[in-house]
Each structure stands twice: as structure tokens, then as C-alpha cells.
């Protein structure tokens, strides 16, 4: 328990904290975030529950995308990193580490794909894959998502939703394109004039709220991509690493891409490191400049340690399982909840990928709100705020499961007593 002293103390601290986020951070995010009554400055820390500095506890249902998929400060991967900072720093980026290439090995291991090119954010993993791509296939044009995200670095911002890279002025009409999810005819008439470099796609759009990919559309892509002599770039930084309990969700479909981004999940949230995983042949350029890409903190030496240690625990088939467990638990409370409460309209869910949509334009908005005082944090999906994204972590239980079912209930409760 907190003394007086200390509560009073955290408390200060935290509107110190918000009056400076908003003068010198993002004011528009605090006043947004203020509008649904959400002022979170997060304190402790641990497993899937989190303390607000003023001692709110929260259920983490976001989990930062994936990032604490196995919980917030996991002993294990905490004791790697502790040890790895015992003998260690970040490393020189011109030469190879003992844990750089362990995980390289590994992730080529568990993708069927070659050389991982290794890198602080998702977003340059995606710079990585798109650059790659280019290189190999001598095209500049790039296929996304209408409703994709892929970063906010210079050409993963330009890729997917285009409303960010062009309010920067750094968009590129024409090489930059984009098509409806879903949509196989509209795929095959992006990529038939043959000047497609690659498909750069989400397997479940995290951004939209996690639509599900029709069957036969990601194998439909695929075969496109093979006519038209397009690569296929999976973006999984939020849905692979046994989020829908496959270790990448484009293996449920069978699609094997040529080029794999991880992120998000491989840091055990704590010390960044992302890959851009490529296919021998993609992934050529490597053979013929060792300095094609450079990163300073790309492939830092704790980082990786830590992301062997995660990636050992996402594939452990125990962890899968557990995947599929929950999944099928949290589908009956969740049913029963919208045969109860029809304001949740729909559960869009492949493994433990769910998005909950609400019956108003803004229902996942109001409901990211009316949770956060009930005790759960879930963030509504930007490109999609009737949808809100519900992701529970891979090592969650039932009795957790079961306290956040009840969060959502009494959640729903509330806004259908305010009308
Ligand atoms: C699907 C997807 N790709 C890429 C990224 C970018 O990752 P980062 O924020 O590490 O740059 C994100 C981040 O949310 C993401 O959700």
C-alpha cells in the first residue's frame, strides 16, 4: 500500500507529468485522451496489470500492439537483459554479436525465410523490406492497405492510409498505391501492369480493428504476386509472435511471404529491437554490400538477447496452446455478453486478435473510455472508432480472463444506463 505521503506525492507527479506532456510533448493526445476521461500516467507495472500513478489498477487489453504479449517486465526476459547489461552494451554495429546472430539463426528457423536485417522500430523494418524489395525487383511501386499501418518512418509512413505521410507533404503519388482489403480483383488490377515491387500488407489490419481476411483472399495475393513478379511483404509486428496461435498469422492461410516483419513482441517491451526477415534471394544484396543498411542501434546486443529469449517462449508450443485455449474461453464469455448487450454488434477474432465492434460510429471510442473506468485498458481502432481492439496477453489465464469479462459487462452496463 501506498502511505499518504507517497500517494500524494504520486498523484503530484503525475498532473506535473501531463502539464509538461502537454507543452512539450502531444498536446492533441492529452486533450483527446481527456475527452474520454482517460489521464493514464502508467506507475507499477507487471504480468497483464498495470497501475495508473493516482492507483488506478487497469487490465492491460492493449498491451502496446503485442509489445507485452508475455506480460509487463517477465521475469525471464528480465533476468536476460539484466544479465546480458552484467557483461555487455549495445555492441558496435559493424560486427557480429553472439545474440545477433543466435536470433538471425533462429528467425530464420522459424520462418523459412534467410537474413534478418535487424532494427530499432516496425516502422524501419518496413523501410528494410521496402527498400529490399526494390532493389531486387528494379520497381519503385508499393501496394498497401487502404486502412494498413506500417510506421511513420519516411517510407512506411508512405505506405497504407495516406492521410499522415500527406499532411507531412511526404507522400509519393504514384509509387505509393493502395487498394481495398478484401478485394482480389482490385489487388490484381494494381499489380497488372507489371511495375509492382511489392505487396506490403497487414495479415489482420490492427489499425482497422483486425477485419478477417476472407479464406481464399491473402492465398489469392499470394498467387498474384507470383504472376505478376510483385514480392509479398507480411507485416507482422502485430499479429505474429502466437498471437492467433500459429507463430505467424499468415501460416492460418497458408502464405508463405518473402519477405516477414517482426517487432513490437521480439523486445519482451524491454529494449527495442525489430527484423525485417528476408528470403535468401530478396535478401541477395547482403551478399554484395555489407553496409546497404546501417543502424546504429539495430541489432543491439541486449535487444537481442532478449528477443531469442521471447521468440523461444512465443514458440513454445505450451504457449500456443494456451493461445487456443484462451481464445475459445474468452469466444463463449464474449458471446454471452452480446446475446446479453447488443450494443456489441460484433466479435472479430482469429486467436487471440479480436477486435469488438460497437453498434455506433464511435462505440469503440466511448467504449475505450467507459472501460478505462472500469478498470481495463483497450484502445479503439484509429481507422475504424466504431471498432474496439481487445487483445489479451499469450500467457493470460482463465480467472484473469474472467475478471476482464466482467470489466467489459459493467462497462457496457454503464453506457447503456447513461443512454
Ligand atoms: C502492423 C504494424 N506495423 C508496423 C508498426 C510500426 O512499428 P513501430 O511503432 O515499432 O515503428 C506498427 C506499430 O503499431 C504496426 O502496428
Given at each position: ?225 507470383d504472376r505478376y513478379g510483385t514480392l509479398y511483404i507480411a507485416d507482422e509486428v502485430q499479429t505474429g509472435l502466437g498471437r492467433t496461435g ?174
Amino acid at each position: 500500500m501506498m502511505t499518504d505521503d507517497n500517494g500524494r506525492a504520486a498523484a503530484e507527479l503525475k498532473q506535473e507529468t501531463l502539464q509538461l506532456a502537454r507543452d512539450y510533448l502531444f498536446p492533441q493526445r492529452i486533450d483527446l485522451m481527456g475527452q474520454l476521461g482517460v489521464d493514464l500516467v502508467i506507475g507499477r507495472r507487471e504480468g497483464y496489470r498495470m497501475w495508473d500513478l493516482d492507483g488506478r489498477e487497469l487490465l492491460d487489453f492493449h498491451l502496446n500492439g503485442g509489445t507485452y504479449n508475455l506480460g509487463h517486465r517477465h521475469p525471464a526476459l528480465l533476468a536476460v537483459l539484466q544479465d546480458s547489461l552484467a557483461h555487455a552494451d549495445v555492441g558496435n554495429h559493424h560486427f557480429a554479436n553472439p545474440e545477433r546472430a543466435r536470433l538471425a539463426q533462429h528467425l530464420a528457423a522459424v520462418t523459412g525465410l534467410q537474413f534478418s536485417v535487424f532494427t530499432p522500430s516496425g516502422a524501419e523494418a518496413n523501410d528494410v523490406a521496402i527498400k529490399s524489395a526494390r532493389r531486387y525487383t528494379g520497381r519503385r511501386k508499393i501496394v498497401a492497405l487502404e486502412q494498413g499501418y506500417h510506421g511513420r518512418s519516411g517510407l512506411s509512413g508512405a505506405a497504407g492510409n495516406p492521410d499522415s505521410a500527406r499532411a507531412f507533404n511526404s507522400d509519393y503519388p504514384g509509387e505509393f498505391v493502395t487498394v481495398p482489403f478484401n478485394d482480389a480483383g482490385a489487388m490484381e488490377q494494381a499489380l497488372a501492369g507489371g511495375d509492382v515491387a511489392a505487396v506490403l500488407m497487414e495479415t489482420i489490419p490492427a489499425t482497422a480493428g483486425f477485419p478477417l481476411p476472407d479464406e481464399d483472399y491473402l492465398p489469392a495475393v499470394r498467387e498474384l504476386c507470383d504472376r505478376y513478379g510483385t514480392l509479398y511483404i507480411a507485416d507482422e509486428v502485430q499479429t505474429g509472435l502466437g498471437r492467433t496461435g500459429r507463430l505467424w498469422a499468415v501460416e492460418q492461410w497458408g502464405v508463405k511471404p518473402d519477405i516477414l516483419i517482426t517487432g513490437k513482441g521480439l523486445s519482451g517491451g524491454l529494449y527495442p529491437v525489430s527484423a525485417a526477415v528476408l528470403s535468401a534471394e530478396v535478401g541477395g544484396w547482403l551478399a554484395d554490400d555489407g553496409w546497404g543498411y546501417v543502424s546504429t542501434f539495430g541489432g543491439a546486443q541486449p535487444g537481442c538477447a532478449v528477443g531469442c529469449k521471447a521468440l523461444e517462449i512465443c514458440a513454445d508450443p505450451a504457449t500456443l496452446d494456451n493461445v487456443g485455449t484462451i481464445a475459445d474461453y474468452l469466444r463463449t464469455g464474449l458471446e454471452d455478453i452480446r446475446n446479453r448487450r447488443p450494443f456489441l454488434s460484433d466479435i472479430q477474432q482469429c486467436g487471440l486478435v479480436i477486435g469488438l465492434r460497437f453498434d455506433a460510429p464511435d462505440g469503440g471510442m466511448r467504449m475505450t473510455g467507459a472501460l478505462y473506468q472500469h478498470g481495463l485498458w483497450a484502445m479503439f481502432a484509429s481507422f475504424d472508432p466504431a471498432v474496439l481492439q481487445f487483445k489479451p496477453g499469450l500467457l493470460v489465464d482463465r480467472a484473469y480472463c474472467d475478471e476482464a469479462l466482467q470489466r467489459l459487462d459493467d462497462a457496457l452496463a454503464s453506457l447503456q444506463g447513461a443512454g
